[in-house]
């Protein structure tokens, strides 16, 4: 059974500092790429950060410089640290993991983790 899992989230102050992880099981971790979204209250899921099997990384433009993807593949767990936080920063994020096999997609997400910046 494939389980993926984000934990780390909270309330934080602007300009402090959170470290979301990602655990997964019930699948090959090392050969999947896995990506962080995020989603802002009545807004769509975007994009924040990628890192592949091979340890390439893509960040957003609006978090590059702050967070940080990073993965172990001997836990099977893949991290965002987020420096700097900006209030814009605030909403659920959300873990993929994904895979193409034979011209087949295979994706699995988490339920995702609250992350709220404010005073």
């Known amino acids: 059974q494939v389980q993926v899992t984000e934990s780390g989230g909270g309330l934080v102050q602007p300009g402090g500092s959170l470290r979301l992880s990602c655990a997964a099981s019930g699948f090959p971790f090392s050969i999947a790429d896995m990506t962080w979204y995020r989603q802002h209250p009545g807004k769509d899921r975007e994009l924040v950060a990628t890192i592949t099997s091979g340890g390439s990384t893509m960040y957003t433009d609006s978090v590059k410089g702050r967070f940080t993807i990073s993965r172990d593949n001997t836990k099977n767990t893949v991290y965002l640290q987020m420096n700097s936080l900006k209030p814009e920063d605030t909403g659920v994020y959300y873990c993929?993991?994904?895979?193409?096999?034979?011209?087949?997609?295979?994706?699995?997400w988490g339920q995702g983790t609250q992350v709220t910046v404010s005073s």
């Open positions: 993929k993991a994904f895979k193409r096999i034979l011209g087949k997609d295979y994706e699995f």
